[in-house]
């Protein structure tokens, strides 16, 4: 799988996946880059299709985003389910229903299981504000600022059962200003992670299809 250690330069030319690939999204927030990859499908810069949002948190803004660009959004409440093997069950399920192919956590803030991976094999993609390996899990920004490093920056990979593992598709890497807070780095690690996940989505299952 192709690494970079900069922000790298994106493809050009959508690659032209006959049928568009079917993306189920999952996401716990606000839910800026499903927008964005929703935008990049839009443009034409992404030859896919956004068949329907998974979001966890009842609260969460990603739901009105959903509306706003007519995707069809399921809540899946994890405090309802009494196990995490059950809520991954019901993901299932749902991106079954939905005829999902490929699995984007843009911003999902449970951790998976097996199950899911088990259903969707080198299928499922996660984006994390950190240059990975360093800084997994929870608070990633905060994090780096208490670290003290000078460079950050974002990773999409491929999702294995540890937290924030798994084969790195596509990384950019984003400095960090003497005065940053965590609101000011994570702004501008988010313009990097727009660019850089509808990319990495193309590009992990060009590379998925060259290899059947
Ligand atoms: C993103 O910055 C993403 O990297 C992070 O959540 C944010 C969601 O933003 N994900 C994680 O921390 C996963 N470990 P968004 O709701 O605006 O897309």
Redesign the pocket.
């Known amino acids: 799988m192709t690494r970079y250690l900069i922000a790298p330069a994106l493809p050009s030319q959508p690659y032209p996946f006959n049928p568009p690939l079917k993306l189920g999204i999952l ?8 927008e ?1 990859i929703a935008r990049a499908i839009a443009d034409g810069e992404l030859n896919a299709s956004i068949q329907a949002l998974i979001y966890n948190n009842p609260e ?3 739901a009105e985003r959903a509306k706003r660009l007519d995707i069809p959004a399921v809540l899946l409440n994890h405090r309802v389910f009494e196990s995490r093997e059950t809520l991954d069950k019901h993901i299932i399920q749902t991106l079954q229903k939905y005829q999902v192919e490929w699995v984007i ?5 449970r951790r998976v299981t097996q199950v899911l991976i088990n259903a969707f094999p080198n299928r499922i993609l ?4 950190s240059l990975l390996p360093s800084f ?3 608070r ?1 920004v905060e994090q780096a600022l208490a670290a003290g490093v000078k460079l950050s920056g ?1 990773t999409v990979h491929f999702v294995e059962l540890a ?2 593992s798994g084969p790195i598709v596509i990384q950019a890497a984003v400095p960090v200003l003497p005065d940053d807070t965590p609101k000011t780095l ?1 702004a501008r ?2 313009v990097q ?1 727009h660019r850089i996940f509808p990319a990495a989505i193309a590009l992990a299952a060009a590379e998925a299809y060259s290899e059947t």
Request: proline share 6%.
């Open positions: 996401a716990s927030g606000s839910g800026s880059n499903m964005a969460a803004g990603v956590m843009a911003g999902w803030m996660n984006i994390h504000p997994p899990g929870m990633a974002c937290v924030d994570q690690i988010q992670e």
